[in-house]
């Protein structure tokens, strides 16, 4: 098992930045990849964001491309996401999500990823 506790939510206004942070424990030598999802009111779960855990690829949904960052500290299990120039529409319930397939669609979807963090809530005021 794998367990992820993020952080770094909170309310921004539109153009401000916010770092979020998921620290993984547990059997952490399993995961081959850790992304991020969101979820806003009334609206399906979505990517944002992943990365392989070792070799350091990523891939980012277009809505947030060019804006959010994603990275990882494989000392400290730790995958980040650095969301700059926020908009109203990223408000969302932010989640980490990690797995240990040996590849995943390069839009991952939900069903590809076994272990989820509590989600940390994102509002970006106009």
């Known amino acids: 098992q794998v367990q992820l506790v993020e952080s770094g939510g909170g309310l921004v206004q539109a153009g401000g930045s916010l770092r979020l942070s998921c620290v993984a424990s547990?059997?952490?030598?399993?995961?081959?990849?850790m992304g991020w999802f969101r979820q806003a009111p009334g609206k399906e779960r979505e990517v944002v964001a992943h990365?392989?855990?070792?070799?350091?690829?990523?891939y980012y949904a277009d809505s947030v491309k060019g804006r959010f960052t994603i990275s990882r500290d494989n000392a400290k299990s730790t995958v980040y996401l650095d969301m700059n120039s926020l908009r109203p529409e990223d408000t969302a319930i932010y989640y980490c999500?990690?797995?240990?397939?040996?590849?995943?669609?390069?839009?991952?979807?939900?069903?590809?990823?076994?272990?989820w963090g509590q989600g940390t809530q994102v509002t970006v005021s106009s």
């Open positions: 999500a990690a797995t240990g397939r040996l590849s995943i669609s390069l839009s991952a979807f939900e069903s590809e990823f076994e272990y």
């Open positions: 547990g059997r952490t030598f399993s995961v081959t990849y």
């Open positions: 990365i392989h855990w070792n070799i350091g690829s990523t």
